[in-house]
């Protein structure tokens, strides 16, 4: 995820009560919720010149033709396919609007286990500011539709669930996040997440 996991890991345990697992020996960690998995955290796969962002990765059950199709309908690979530990393989890519994604291929049935709870992933927007190109390119390389969203900056945008929005971002704030506008934070090291408040 960015440069500073240790410090990112102290952050978003006290902010969601993440624990982390270590898997491998690259500095990645599993994080979980109640101990069901909500996501991966550790070092930028494709360098700290990226900087610190939270990356969305789409399934792909064949990794290597989802970023064949990618690249072929415009996108710049800049990580052709890795393995993640014993869990998987990924890729990473800029799509031709800008939005940097991911593409993953899991070794198991499971992936991202607790969805739509607090705590957990409650999905992921896109940003674009072509939002229907956007929507043709996923559609031709993952086969299924999505909705982008207008906006100035191309970019996905991961929200997770909290069960009181303002008292989620006064706990943001005192803990270092800025908020940035309504349900939309940065943590200390400027990587940009969403919040959104589950009945």
Same mark, same amino acid.
């Given at each position: 995820m960015g440069?500073? @996991?240790?410090?990112?890991r102290?952050?978003y345990?006290a902010?969601f009560?993440w624990r982390f697992?270590p898997?491998g020996?690259?500095g990645y960690?599993l994080?979980?919720?109640?101990?069901?998995?909500?996501?991966g955290?550790g @070092?930028?796969p494709?360098?700290? !010149?990226f900087g610190?962002?939270? /990356?969305? $990765?789409?399934?792909?059950k064949?990794l290597?033709?989802?970023?064949?199709?990618?690249a072929?309908h415009?996108a !710049?690979?800049l990580? =052709?396919?890795v393995p993640?530990?014993?869990?998987?393989r990924?890729?990473l890519?800029?799509? =031709?609007?800008?939005a940097?994604?991911? +593409?993953w %291929?899991? &070794?198991?049935?499971?992936g991202?286990?607790l969805?739509?709870? @607090?705590?957990? +992933?409650s999905?992921a927007v896109?940003?674009s500011? !072509?939002?229907?190109?956007?929507e043709?390119? $996923?559609?031709?390389v993952c086969?299924? /539709?999505i909705?982008? %969203?207008q906006?100035? *900056?191309? !970019?996905?945008l @991961?929200?997770?669930?909290?069960?009181?929005?303002?008292a989620?971002e *006064?706990?943001?704030r005192?803990?270092?996040?800025t908020v940035?506008?309504p349900?939309l +934070? /940065?943590?200390?090291?400027? &990587?940009?997440f969403?919040h959104?408040? +589950?009945?």
């Amino acid at each position: 995820m960015g440069v500073d @996991p240790t410090g990112a890991r102290e952050f978003y345990a006290a902010l969601f009560g993440w624990r982390f697992r270590p898997e491998g020996d690259r500095g990645y960690h599993l994080i979980l919720r109640d101990g069901e998995i909500v996501g991966g955290l550790g @070092p930028a796969p494709a360098g700290p !010149r990226f900087g610190t962002a939270w /990356s969305v $990765y789409l399934a792909a059950k064949d990794l290597d033709a989802a970023r064949d199709r990618a690249a072929a309908h415009g996108a !710049r690979v800049l990580v =052709p396919g890795v393995p993640a530990g014993g869990n998987g393989r990924l890729a990473l890519a800029v799509d =031709p609007a800008g939005a940097p994604f991911g +593409l993953w %291929q899991g &070794a198991h049935e499971e992936g991202v286990v607790l969805v739509d709870e @607090p705590g957990a +992933l409650s999905g992921a927007v896109l940003h674009s500011p !072509r939002p229907a190109a956007s929507e043709d390119f $996923y559609r031709a390389v993952c086969g299924t /539709s999505i909705t982008a %969203q207008q906006g100035a *900056e191309a !970019r996905w945008l @991961p929200r997770f669930g909290v069960t009181d929005g303002a008292a989620f971002e *006064e706990r943001a704030r005192a803990a270092g996040a800025t908020v940035r506008g309504p349900g939309l +934070l /940065s943590d200390p090291w400027g &990587a940009v997440f969403g919040h959104l408040e +589950l009945p």
